[in-house]
């Protein structure tokens, strides 16, 4: 049987949200301990199923993928010290790369989703990605704007500029998208989903129904440097 989130990582979650202090976190230590290895032992799981159609999962380790609890604050107003999620990435090269990957977000609340897609590429990147998009407009739109994508990710989401970007037309078709700094794809999960049985058969699926996004925005970014 496979592993499924408990109710009391959710619950931790949603706990630390309201009660975000170093001294409440000490004393429930061992319930973070506990909803943290509920969440790797998901992610090993997710890893394994994965990696039947994405090659970028193979190799990689759940407690790898994992972002760290503990917030830096030394250049934030927001003072919390821990962030109120788990969340792990999903990539070529692991979850500090800048290639496309799959993000999954679990917290209390309703608040939890699994995403996919490119996040803030550097420059050089962004600039092939866009080229990629500006030359293959239908394909791009055949992935993004497909029924069942939609279905289960409505509009694609990302920061965008104000202005058109350097060296293309404002008239040029293909200008709604190229706006983008990220292009991402995000399913929310609510609770109810995310305690489910099948919750890893959920999110399989979800990874599944972005891959051609992400094959798509990883062309151009592979082809630098070559």
Not at 131 to 136: A, L, P, S
Request: charged residues 25%.
């Amino acid at each position: 049987m496979s592993t499924t989130i408990q109710k009391s990582t959710l619950a931790f979650l949603a706990d630390l949200a309201k009660n975000n202090t170093r001294e409440w976190f000490s004393e429930h230590k061992e319930r973070y301990n506990a909803a943290r290895q509920n969440y790797t032992n998901f992610l090993e799981e997710l890893l394994q199923e994965m990696q039947q159609f994405e090659p970028a999962a193979r190799g990689q380790k759940g407690k790898d993928l994992l972002f760290r609890i503990y917030r830096d604050v030394r250049f934030s107003n927001d003072k919390r010290p821990y962030k109120d999620h788990f969340g792990a990435y999903i990539a070529e090269g692991g979850r500090k790369s800048v290639y496309p990957g799959y993000y999954l977000h679990l917290a209390g609340g309703g608040r939890s989703f699994v995403a996919g897609g490119l996040w803030m590429p550097p420059a050089e990147q962004l600039k092939a990605v866009r080229q990629e998009i500006d030359y293959n407009l239908d394909g791009f739109r055949d992935i993004v704007e497909a029924p069942a994508f939609r279905e289960k990710f409505g509009d694609l989401q990302g920061e965008q500029l104000k202005t058109t970007p350097k060296g293309y037309d404002k008239e040029n078709p293909a200008i709604g998208y190229l706006r983008y700094k990220s292009w991402n794809a995000t399913m929310p999960l609510p609770d109810e989903v995310v305690l489910q049985d099948n919750f890893l058969q959920v999110v399989v699926e979800a990874t599944q129904a972005l891959k051609p996004l992400n094959d798509f925005l990883m062309r151009p970014m592979q082809d630098i440097g070559e």
